[in-house]
C-alpha cells in the first residue's frame, strides 16, 4: 500500500469527492463492463479524481487499495481521504468531470472508497513527513516508503493519526446488528411515525442507532418469510426455530438526516432472505431495481402512515440507481 498527498480545488472536490458522481453521467461515457466493475468496486456512493498525461508515471504506479489525501487549497489543512478501489484513462469522463488544466485533460482516473472528512493541520503533517516547512504539494505525489516509515515510528499508525475508520462500513454495523435481533424482545409499535433516534460516532463517522426489537416484530410480521420471494427458503435459525430472514431498512438509516420522522419503523424494515439482502446491497442495477420497485410499491401505503414520505425515484437513488 502507498500513500498519496494530492493537491484540490474546493470546487473540484465538491464535484467528486465531497459529492457523488451521477450514474447517469457515468452511462453515458462508460461501457457496462466498466460501470458495473466500478459499482462492484465502490461504496454506496461513487467518488473519484484523476491525473493528468504529465503524472503518468504516478498514475501507472498507482494500485487499488492505495490511500489518497486531500489538501483543500487555501485551508492550510488535509481535508478529505480516500482509498483507491478502481482506474481506468477516460479523457471525455475527465472533460466532462473537471476543467481543463491547461492543454492536459484529467484523463488518468481512480476511483474512490471509503470517502471520509479529515482535519489534519497540512504544515504539521508535512513536518512529521519529513518534508521541509516550506514544501507545497506540487501535485500529485506518493510519499517515499522511508518518510512512511519513520512517520510510524514517531507518530504511531497513519489512520490512528488521520484519524479515519478503515475497518467497519456502515454496512458491517448493520451486519453485526442481526445477532442483536435475534436475541432481542420484540417491540410492538402501532402505525404512527416515531421520533428520530440518536446519532452515534464510530471512529470519524456517524450513524444512527436502531432499536433491534423493533426489526424483530417487522420479521414477527411478516411470518420470517422473504418479502422479495416468498417461495425463497432458507435454513431453520437455532434461535428462532423459523426460516432465517435477516431485516433490512428499505430507505437506508444513513439517509435519517433527510427525515423529520424515523426510518426505524416497521414499515421500512423487510424481511429478507440472506440472499436477496446482499442482492440488495451489491448486485448489479437491473437486479436491484426490479426488487426495489416491487418493495416500494408493497410498502408505499405503510411508509406514508409512518410519516416517511418518498417516492420511488429517490429510494432509488439512495442505490446509486
Known amino acids: 500500500m502507498s500513500i498519496y498527498l494530492s493537491p484540490a480545488s474546493k470546487k473540484n472536490l465538491n464535484t467528486s469527492i465531497r459529492k457523488s458522481v451521477p450514474i447517469k453521467l457515468l452511462k453515458k461515457y462508460l461501457s457496462f463492463d466498466e460501470l458495473q466493475s466500478i459499482l462492484e468496486s465502490s461504496d454506496d456512493k461513487i467518488h473519484c479524481w484523476a491525473m493528468t498525461k504529465g503524472l503518468q508515471s504516478a498514475y501507472n504506479s498507482m494500485e ?50 471509503k470517502i471520509q472528512k479529515i482535519d489534519i493541520s497540512k504544515s504539521d503533517f508535512i513536518l512529521k513527513l519529513g518534508y521541509n516547512i516550506n514544501f507545497n504539494v506540487p501535485g500529485q505525489i506518493r510519499i517515499d516508503r522511508t518518510k512512511e516509515y519513520d ?138 431495481k426490479e426488487i426495489l420497485s416491487k418493495l416500494f410499491n408493497n410498502r408505499k401505503e405503510a411508509l406514508d402512515k409512518g410519516g416517511i414520505s418518498i417516492t420511488e425515484k429517490k429510494l432509488m437513488s439512495y442505490y446509486g440507481i
Not at 482509498?83 to 474512490?112: D, H, M, Q, R, T
Not at 479515519?164 to 435475534?182: A, G
Not at 426460516?243 to 428499505?250: G, I, N, R, S, W
Open 64 to 113: 487499488i487499495g492505495d490511500w489518497v489525501i486531500f489538501s483543500e487549497s487555501k485551508t492550510g489543512k488535509f481535508t478529505d481521504f480516500g482509498i483507491v478501489s478502481y482506474k481506468l484513462c477516460n479523457i471525455n469522463l475527465g472533460k466532462a468531470l473537471w476543467p481543463v488544466s491547461g492543454s492536459k485533460p484529467w484523463e488518468n482516473i481512480y476511483f474512490l472508497k
Open 151 to 288: 512517520f510510524i515510528q514517531k507518530n504511531g499508525p497513519f489512520d490512528r493519526y488521520l484519524q479515519v475508520d478503515l475497518h467497519e462500513s456502515i454496512d458491517d454495523i448493520e451486519d453485526s446488528e442481526i445477532i442483536k435481533i435475534f436475541e432481542s424482545e420484540p417491540i410492538e409499535t402501532n402505525d404512527n411515525p416515531l421520533p428520530r433516534t440518536n446519532q452515534r460516532v464510530m471512529g470519524n463517522r456517524s450513524y444512527w442507532e436502531t432499536k433491534p426489537g423493533i426489526s424483530k416484530s417487522a420479521l414477527i410480521s411478516a411470518e420470517f418469510i422473504c418479502e422479495v420471494d416468498s417461495s425463497h427458503n432458507t435454513f431453520t435459525s437455532r434461535v428462532t426455530n423459523n426460516k432465517y430472514v435477516e431485516a433490512h431498512h428499505l430507505i437506508p438509516m444513513k439517509f435519517q438526516n433527510e427525515f423529520q420522522n424515523s426510518l426505524d419503523h416497521k414499515s421500512n424494515i423487510i424481511s429478507v432472505c440472506p440472499n436477496c439482502h446482499r442482492l440488495l446491497h451489491h448486485s448489479i442495477i437491473k437486479e436491484k
